[in-house]
Each structure stands twice: as structure tokens, then as C-alpha cells.
């Protein structure tokens, strides 16, 4: 008999509808769970008629033709012949987790939203992305990743619709479509795949240089980011907050990983998309698994609502404009946590509608030229997506708040409304049929805003300045961050095939930086041109993601490299610090099985052949097994060396990097006698850096 399902703990839309007739049968009842028809232990048809065979088909004898008298069989293809919809226009390929948000409650001055209220918790569903790929596409790819947070606040869904970027490529949505058709795949052949290093894209954003400063971001090491759990979000757009006594303010929505902000390096981002392309849906889930939640601190940086709507003159309607930490300082005022995984990829990740209209009393949209696009394009899409208006009912997709809406009918309809009336005002109205609310309980009324001008297809002067933040970004990074920028400007305008194109973005490159353009320049073969980078800009420390004080290492990977004979208790001490951390340990050995020393075993999580550098964030070899070698194994420990990170030997395994080819002496190597608790120590402060980078530079950025 088939296991009892758990019933399901997927939103609750609270309507008129009554609940569909539960699917049970009297003899094998199966506990009712909601958003799941999955309601009989025995198998059935869609109509509920059981089935005693589902993989013959009926046919005029066992060697005759399949006869149209099977139900089963034409329902059964049919269906699977219709389980693909179309996947996001952008945004395809993503990975989701479910979790919750509690306000601190200072953030009640600014905003009567509900959710930021002291004390309140709200559960949350937070999809991440990245833009151009297809769904199947790699998640390692050099790209800005999605960051959407839909929160079910008792006041309706407030969704978050950001980026782990803070700016974007264009200041007007019309232009939206532009910049899309230049970075997906070239039409004719569809190649390249999820990613920028490609003659449309550079052909777009040379011509078109308020994208520069979004561009910088992408070509530096935001755009590989380590995990979904190391990435900052923000919600990119200034937004309006409103509180209790109508008072207004500016805010921008900010997010800060409580795990510190950590990519990883190219050829690792190259590697992983091949080695393993679900490089970061597996990082989130197996985390969540292992029991170390996503954590991040919700900030607000919070600006008066000006007349000019401009701070420290800054166009706040401008969203390829941030405004400095050290402007204005982000202010925390919650903590997000996601430690649930989805129970079902299609139901809840894929079918998660988020919509930057869906908007709750308290937190209101600007008059961003992005923005207003947005508030245009995020309903539209599902129509198509989603198969028609009714997206909303789809469990993941629901309100916790009550819902009373008078919408009607439509493609996949599933509420049973009841009445005759859905409509204002009324006179036959019954009960369940909804009256307009009042201000006193709960509506959402619009700040009242003076809104006037002639009708111009213009853009502000103010958005006339393509370069200075584009320059105060290159400014504000250390020298590897800036290095690793160089080299990604370099290898993606090296892909393109255009040499106008490449000379063009040199022209636009020498308006960011002499020093960036001229070594950009000297990669390609290609002088460098003459511009007028601004010579003023105040560096944004904040900006840089290089730390000097070693952060949390949670969710982190650590390699441990093994074989018959090794120092198993060693090992096992070591799994315990690594679990108490909440980071994990994985044995790494030449063969699947187990390993063993007299009468001990433990078992072998991955092998020289199934595994790569790029699994961990730090590799140790254990002692025990001094001539250990392998060709696979000097690759695996030459990746690690490369990109920077802890390798470490207790007892005699330093043999194994020494024969490895591996300089002991260098930064980041830490060897030990044995395992105790210093060593661990140093060993999680090391691993908290994130990188040894001064390995390979001589001076510590
Ligand atoms: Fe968008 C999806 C973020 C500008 C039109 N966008 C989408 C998603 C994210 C963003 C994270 C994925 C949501 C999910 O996981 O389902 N988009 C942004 C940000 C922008 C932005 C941070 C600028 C600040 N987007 C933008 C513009 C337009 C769109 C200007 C159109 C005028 N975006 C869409 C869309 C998508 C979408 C076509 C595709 C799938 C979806 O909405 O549901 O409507």
C-alpha cells in the first residue's frame, strides 16, 4: 500500500469557492492534501477510475493494433503531450526556496506595511535566476541573477522583484525588449547560450552607453556569484514609503547575505557550467537540506521625498544610479531565512508569478521610467505563461490575505463562486459578495501626487550622465577585482567577432578608465583610445566584496582527499567541527565504497573521477597515505591552487600536494600535525576569507 501523504503546506487562498469534492475512496482513504489530487493509493485515471495496468496498452491481440477504445492510453499521452508552457521570456532558468521574514520593527516610522511591523513573521517563497539562459541552461554563467522575493503578508502579496545588481542596463522599459533581443542567443543559429560574450550584446551596449555602469557590474565578479546564499539583492528601482500619519519618504530596498558576498572565479564559473550545470540550484538545496538555511538582513536606505526626488544629486528615478552606502546608510530592519525546499519544481518554482505591481498599503512604486514598464509587462507575461488570468489560484501563487475579488470565469477557472451579482455597486448582493473596504481597514489608497507635464517622448537631463558611476564602481574595487574586471572585458569582446564593435566599446571603456580601457586594449591586440573619464568620483568602499575579517562559512564545501589507511578518527573529528559550523564535509577517495583502517570504514562520497575542483571551497589530504597520486587528483589540487582557495595536509599528506606540485609555502596552505582545535580554527578563518588572494598577487588587495 502506498505511504499516507503529509498534507500539503502550500498557501491558502481564502475565498467564497467552496473546497473541490475531496477524491477519496471509502476503502483506501488517503489523507485529503490539499493542492495535490494525489488523494487514492491506488492508481487511477483522471476521472478516478482505477486502472490494473498502465504500461500495456490495448490492442487487437498482443501483436494487433492499438485500439481507440483506450481511454487510459489517449489520456495518458495526451497529457504528457501538454506538460511543458512556455518558459519565462527572461528569467527561465531558476531555483526556489520557501522560508520566512521577521521584521525588527524599526522600519514602522518609515512605512505602515504591515509585514515590517515589530516582532511579525511572514512566510516568503524567493525564486532565484539567471536572465538570458533557457531553462536548461547552466547556472555558473556570467550573468545578473534574479532575486525575487514574494512575501504573503496578512495585507495581500508584496512582491520584491530584484537583482543581485543594484542598477540595470536601460532607464526606460520601452527600451526592454532591445536589450533582450542583444543578449539572447543570435537568431539565426541561436547560439551562444546564456551568456553576454557575444557580438549583439556588445554591438547594443556600445551603441547605447547608459548601460555601462550595469555593464561594469556584469563583467565583474557579481556576475559569478559563489552561491545564491553569498549574493547581495536589491530591489534596484527607488521605491515610496508611506506611514501611519501619510508621511512620505524614498527608499531603496536593499538585501545582505548573512553568509558575506563571495563569487567565484571565472574559470571555475566556465568549469562548473560543464562539470556540473546545476552548480547553484544543488548549492541551495542541498544546503536547506543539510540544515544551513539562506540567511539575509533586509536593509532600506531611507531618503527624504524631495520635490526633485534627487539625493546628494542623484536622480533617484534613474535606475542606473545607486546611492552610496556612505551617502546614505542601509538600515536593517528584518531577517529573511529560507530553509525549505520546494515539494514539486513545476508547481511551485515554475508556476511562482511574481509582479512588481503586487503592491501592499505602505510601500508604493516611483515615477522610474523602468519601473512604470514593469508595473506593465510582469501580469502580462503570465497570460501567456500561466494559460490565462487565473494564475493567481495556483497554490503558490495564492494570497494568505482573504480574497474577495469579483473577477470571473476565465481559462482555468477553479473556484465555485457563488451569487449573482460580482459587481459595484449592487443591490442583490448576498452574503460572501464583497463591499469596497474602508482606509480604517486595511485598503490600499494611493498617496495623492500632484502628476502633470506635457506629453514627450524625452528622457530628464539628469539621465544624460552614462560614465561617472560607472567610474566610481572601477574606482571603489580592490586591485584583484579590478583584475578579474579587465580579464572579463577581455575574454568577452574577445568572443566577438566584430572589430568596429570591439573598438567601440574601447571608446567607451575610455571614458570609465585610462587604466582599465588600456589594458582591456592590450588583451585584445588594440590601441587604446583616448576619453574623459570623470576625475572626481568619490570610491564607495562599500562596493568591493574582498574581506579582511573572515566571515561565516556555513554552507560551505570542504574536500577531505583519502584512502585505505588514513586517519580515519582524524577525519571524523573533522566532520564534527565542519557539521557544528553548519558547513559540510565530503570524502573524497581514488574508488567509490568505502575506505578503511583496521576494523574502521567510512564511506566515499565522491571520487578522483566523479568529482572537481569546483565542489569545494577548501580541500585537506588526510593523513595516512603519503604516496598518494593520481593524474585527476594533481588536476583537482592544481584547480584549487589556481583559484585561490584553502588547501590544507595534516600528518604526512603534505607528500600528496608536494608530489602534486603544489608549493606548500604559499598563502592559503595550512598544514598540521594533527586535527585539534587550533588547526580547525585557523582552518575556518581561513576558509571565512573566502580566498588566500594573495597567493597570487605579492600584496594583499
Ligand atoms: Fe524583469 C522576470 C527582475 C526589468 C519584464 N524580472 C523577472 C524576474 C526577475 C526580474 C528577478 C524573474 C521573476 C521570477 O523568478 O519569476 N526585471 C528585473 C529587474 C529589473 C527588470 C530587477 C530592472 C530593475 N523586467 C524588467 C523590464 C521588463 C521586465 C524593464 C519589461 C518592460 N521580467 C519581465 C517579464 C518577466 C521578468 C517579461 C519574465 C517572466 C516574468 O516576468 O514573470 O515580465
Known amino acids: 500500500m502506498a505511504p ?22 471509502e476503502q483506501q482513504p488517503v489523507e485529503a492534501a490539499e493542492g495535490r489530487l494525489q488523494t487514492s493509493s491506488l492508481l487511477t485515471t483522471a476521472q478516478g477510475v482505477r486502472l490494473p495496468d498502465t504500461d500495456h496498452s490495448l490492442k487487437a491481440g498482443p501483436r494487433g493494433p492499438s485500439l481507440m477504445d483506450d481511454f487510459h492510453l489517449r489520456e495518458k499521452i495526451t497529457h504528457f503531450d501538454h ?29 505602515k506595511a504591515g509585514f515590517l511591523q515589530r516582532g511579525r513573521e511572514t512566510p516568503v517563497f524567493v525564486r532565484f535566476s539567471t536572465v538570458l539562459g533557457s531553462r536548461g541552461s547552466a547556472d555558473t554563467v556570467r550573468d ?53 560574450a557575444h557580438d549583439t550584446f556588445w554591438d547594443f551596449v556600445s551603441l547605447h552607453t547608459e548601460a555601462t555602469h550595469h555593464v561594469m557590474w556584469a563583467m565583474s565578479d557579481r556576475g559569478i556569484p559563489r552561491s545564491y546564499r553569498t549574493m547581495e539583492g536589491f530591489g534596484v528601482h527607488t521605491f515610496r514609503l508611506v506611514n501611519a500619519k501619510g508621511e512620505t519618504c524614498l527608499v531603496k530596498f536593499h538585501w545582505k547575505p548573512v553568509a558575506g558576498i563571495h563569487s567565484l572565479v571565472w574559470e571555475e564559473a566556465q568549469i562548473a557550467a560543464g562539470a556540473d550545470p546545476d552548480f547553484h540550484r544543488r548549492d541551495l538545496a542541498d544546503g536547506i537540506d543539510a540544515g544551513a538555511p539562506l540567511e539575509y538582513e533586509l536593509g532600506l536606505q531611507i531618503m527624504p521625498d524631495s520635490a526633485d526626488q534627487t539625493f546628494e544629486g542623484i536622480d533617484l528615478l534613474d535606475p542606473t544610479k545607486i546611492v552610496p552606502e556612505e551617502l546614505c546608510e542601509v538600515q536593517l530592519v528584518g531577517k529573511l531565512t529560507l530553509d525549505r525546499n520546494p515539494t514539486n519544481f513545476f508547481a511551485e518554482t515554475e508556476q511562482v508569478a511574481f509582479h ?35 494564475f493567481t489560484q495556483l497554490p503558490i501563487n495564492c494570497p494568505h490575505a482573504a480574497v474577495n ?40 489608497v494611493h498617496v495623492p501626487r500632484e502628476v502633470n507635464g506635457p506629453k514627450v517622448r524625452e528622457n530628464p537631463a539628469s539621465f544624460a550622465d552614462h560614465f561617472s558611476q560607472a567610474t566610481l564602481f572601477y574606482a571603489s574595487m580592490t586591485e584583484i577585482e579590478r583584475a578579474h574586471i579587465i580579464e572579463a572585458f577581455t575574454f568577452e569582446l574577445g568572443k566577438c567577432y566584430e572589430q ?67 586517519d580515519l578518527p582524524g577525519i571524523s573529528k573533522l566532520r564534527r567541527s565542519v557539521e557544528a559550523q553548519g558547513a ?15 576494523r574502521s570504514t567510512l564511506t566515499v562520497e565522491r571520487t578522483f573521477l566523479t568529482t572537481r575542483s569546483i565542489e569545494y571551497d577548501a580541500i585537506l589530504v588526510a593523513a595516512g597515505n603519503p604516496s598518494l597520486q593520481d593524474l585527476k587528483l594533481t588536476v583537482l589540487l592544481g584547480e584549487m591552487f589556481r583559484h585561490c582557495k584553502v588547501i590544507g595536509a595534516w600528518g604526512d599528506g603534505d607528500q600528496v600536494l608536494t608530489a602534486a606540485g603544489i608549493d606548500t609555502t604559499a598563502p592559503g596552505i595550512l598544514l598540521s600535525e594533527t586535527i585539534a582545535k587550533p588547526y580547525t580554527t585557523e582552518l575556518f578563518a581561513a576558509l571565512g576569507l573566502h580566498r588566500a588572494w594573495d597567493r597570487l598577487t605579492p600584496a594583499r588587495p
Open 4 to 25: 499516507k501523504r503529509k498534507a500539503s503546506s502550500a498557501p491558502r487562498r481564502a475565498s467564497a469557492a467552496p473546497a473541490a469534492p475531496a477524491r477519496q475512496t
Open 83 to 111: 506538460e511543458r508552457i512556455p518558459e519565462r521570456v527572461v528569467h527561465a532558468r531558476g531555483a526556489a526556496a520557501h522560508g520566512t521574514f521577521t521584521a525588527y520593527g524599526n522600519a514602522g516610522s518609515a512605512t
Open 144 to 196: 545578473v541573477r534574479g532575486f525575487a522575493v514574494k512575501f504573503y503578508t496578512d495585507e495581500g502579496n508584496f512582491d520584491l522583484v530584484g537583482n543581485n545588481m543594484p542598477v540595470f542596463f536601460i532607464q526606460d522599459g520601452i527600451k526592454f525588449p532591445d536589450i533582450i533581443h542583444a543578449g539572447k542567443p543570435h537568431p539565426d543559429r541561436e547560439i551562444p547560450q546564456a551568456q553576454t
Open 356 to 390: 512588481t505591481g503586487n503592491l501592499v498599503p505602505g510601500i508604493e512604486v516611483t515615477d522610474d521610467p523602468l519601473m512604470q514598464a514593469r508595473l506593465f509587462s510582469y501580469l502580462d507575461t503570465q497570460l501567456t505563461r500561466l494559460g490565462g488570468p487565473n
Open 405 to 444: 475579488d469579483n473577477l470571473r470565469d476565465g481559462m482555468h477557472q477553479s473556484a465555485v463562486h457563488q451569487g449573482i451579482a460580482p459587481y459595484l455597486p449592487n443591490s442583490l448582493g448576498a452574503e460572501g459578495e464583497p463591499v469596497p473596504a474602508e482606509v480604517s481597514e486595511g485598503a490600499f
Open 500 to 566: 568596429p564593435i570591439r573598438e567601440r566599446m574601447l571608446g567607451v571603456l575610455a571614458n570609465v578608465d585610462t587604466e582599465l580601457c588600456t589594458a582591456v586594449a592590450a588583451g585584445l591586440g588594440l590601441p587604446a583610445p583616448k576619453g574623459m573619464p570623470a576625475a572626481d568620483v568619490v570610491p564607495s568602499p562599500a562596493l568591493s566584496q574582498i574581506v579582511t575579517v573572515p566571515g561565516p562559512i556555513a554552507g560551505r564545501v570542504i574536500g577531505v582527499v583519502a584512502a585505505d589507511g588514513a
Open 584 to 598: 559540510v564535509l565530503r570524502l573524497v577517495a581514488p574508488f567509490g565504497g568505502t575506505i578503511r583502517r583496521a
